[in-house]
């Protein structure tokens, strides 16, 4: 379902909640989104969309984010700044977005998204592997080659070997994912 609001009036509203640096991570995120669901089948106009909003709640105070998307377990409790995704979809559907694959997008970038959400896996990848970050350029290769599932995988398997070295508890929803990919190789 379309948008009842053009994506020029969204750039300038996520503009306006975000840092200059994060402004310019946003439009990195989104470009890159765009590229990644070309090259896989998919429209890039709604990944460059999921791409734009995806970070329009990550400069807000905690209790705007705990406002916006109450905490669910205690991951959420413990880490208030994990709940921007939620917040940023929270956000998008105030905003007018009514389309359901962006704003699961939107709200899985942080957590993973069911490997069913094309725009949601080029999503996650374009965000840990855009160029700004200077990481994850193998997997923004896998998946600017055409090959998003497994690009898709190895971001996931990568977070969560990450969180376990660094003994960072893994959100619920994150595992359920990684399960879900590590089933279906």
């Known amino acids: 379902m379309k948008s009842t609001v053009s994506t020029a009036e969204l750039e300038e509203r996520v503009k306006a909640l975000v840092r200059p640096e994060r402004w310019a991570h946003i439009q990195r995120v989104a470009a890159l989104a765009q590229e990644i669901a070309l090259k896989n089948g998919l429209d890039g106009e709604r ?16 209790e705007e984010l705990l406002r916006l998307a109450p905490p669910e377990n205690e991951v959420e409790r413990a880490h ?6 939620r917040a940023a979809r929270v956000l998008a559907e105030a905003w007018g977005v009514k389309d359901e694959e962006v704003l699961e997008a939107v709200e899985g970038h942080v957590y993973g998204v069911d490997p069913q959400n094309g725009l949601g896996m ?15 350029g193998e997997i923004r290769e896998l998946a600017l080659s055409g090959r998003l599932l497994e690009a898709y995988r190895r971001a996931v398997q990568n977070k ?8 960072i508890p893994i959100h619920p929803r994150t595992l359920a994912v990684y399960r879900r990919l590590q ?3």
Do not use: C, F, M, Q
């Open 47 to 62: 990944a460059y969309l999921a791409g734009l909003l995806h970070d329009a709640a990550r400069d807000l105070g905690e």
């Open 80 to 85: 208030p700044l994990s709940l921007h995704g």
């Open 122 to 136: 080029a999503l996650y990848i374009a965000d840990i592997s855009e160029p700004g970050r200077g990481v994850n």
């Open 160 to 167: 969560v070997e990450y969180l376990t070295a660094k003994g």
């Open 183 to 185: 089933d279906a190789s």
